[in-house]
């Protein structure tokens, strides 16, 4: 089970789990926070814990690969503009080739799945 998920259950659900391990008492007051870390302690003491830092990693790296497109998008058009002042239209036919392909990447990663767990 991982850390996320025990957030998305609501504070009874919580309890249910906590009443399934000795470890925990006091489960009946304790706040869901508290809960929370209770579980997770337990499971990560018995090795039922699943690490979450490589998904982490991942959300990471498609934050960079977005801002990365968006500069290189930036760049293009203040080449198209530059490239349409000189008419220079073979190269302005290439720089729009390259915007619009930067453009489709940047979509692809705003709709991806989240990566598989």
């Known amino acids: 089970m991982k850390k996320n998920e025990l957030e998305k259950l609501t504070v009874t659900k919580l309890r249910e789990e906590a009443r399934k391990y000795e470890e925990i008492t006091g489960a009946s007051g304790m706040k869901k926070a508290e809960?929370?870390?209770a579980l997770w302690d337990i499971l990560v003491k018995r090795g039922e814990a699943e690490e979450e830092e490589?998904?982490?990693a991942v959300a990471v790296s498609v934050q960079e690969q977005k801002s990365q497109l968006k500069k290189e998008i930036k760049e293009l058009k203040a080449e198209r503009d530059k490239a349409q002042k000189d008419?220079?239209?073979?190269?302005?036919?290439?720089i729009r080739h390259k915007i619009k392909k930067a453009r489709r990447k940047l979509k692809r990663l705003a709709v991806a799945p989240p990566p598989a767990e």
């Open 35 to 37: 809960l929370i870390e």
């Open 54 to 56: 490589v998904v982490a």
């Open 87 to 94: 008419k220079d239209r073979p190269n302005l036919k290439r």
